[in-house]
């Protein structure tokens, strides 16, 4: 593991090595390789913008982020950001963790695809919510760059990225689409999922049980 990237220091603390090693075992090189990148684009927008954050919370939050994703900790029927969630709250209860501290991970991981929310919380919450932004979409890209994009992607390459992660995401949730309703996964069951019906807010209360 690289231990400083564009000048962000990889926490190794024994409770960030363990959630690193949680990772490492339930997930993949995709899934590696995003989650330190959205910790370190993190880190930088945060020490770009003169944020205080820690960095070890932070870190533990960019690792927990997409574990919901996978087969050891994918629920039938929560969304994949709450299954991350509540991994990541596991396991920092499991090491004797502040209760406020697991609260703000649990945020970050649930609220990680929060569009108008998650960037208004706190800043640990905040700053994966846009690491992850900037990861997948591109957002607020020349924010940094492209000496700092690079030393990034190097440590952590993309390696056809912008293909792989729409998959991997169906793969997560694809046995419990409907969790998808309301937020922007509904997007990738959409595109990806052969018969895929995107539930609608409007109809649901047009034919809600009420009389009126």
């Known amino acids: 593991m690289n231990k400083l990237v564009a000048d962000i220091r990889i926490p190794d603390s024994k409770l960030a090595v363990g959630a690193a090693e949680l990772l490492r075992e339930h997930g993949n090189d995709l899934l590696w390789n995003h989650s330190h990148r959205v910790f370190l684009f993190g880190a930088l927008q945060g020490k770009h913008a003169g944020v205080t954050f820690d960095s070890e919370l932070l870190y533990i939050s960019a690792l927990f ?15 994949f ?4 969630a509540n991994a990541a709250r596991s396991y920092l209860q499991s090491h004797g ?27 640990e919450v905040a700053l994966i919510y846009s690491g992850v932004g900037y990861d ?16 990034v992607v190097t440590a952590y390459p993309r390696d056809n990225f912008k293909n792989k992660i729409l998959p991997a995401f169906l793969e997560g949730f694809k046995h419990k689409p409907e969790t998808t309703f309301g937020n922007i996964k509904a997007d990738v069951s959409a595109m990806l999922l052969p018969g895929f019906e995107r539930k609608n807010f ?11």
């Open 65 to 79: 982020h997409d574990l919901g994703l996978t087969k050891t900790y994918s629920s039938p029927d929560q969304r």
């Open 81 to 84: 950001e709450v299954d991350g």
């Open 97 to 123: 963790v502040p209760q406020e501290s697991i609260r703000l991970v649990w945020d970050a991981v649930a609220l990680h695809t929060t569009i108008g929310i998650a960037q208004y919380k706190e800043p």
């Open 136 to 151: 997948v979409m591109g957002e607020n890209f020349d924010s940094l760059t492209e000496e700092i994009r690079s030393q």
């Open 202 to 212: 409007c109809e649901c209360v047009l034919h809600s049980p009420w009389k009126e």
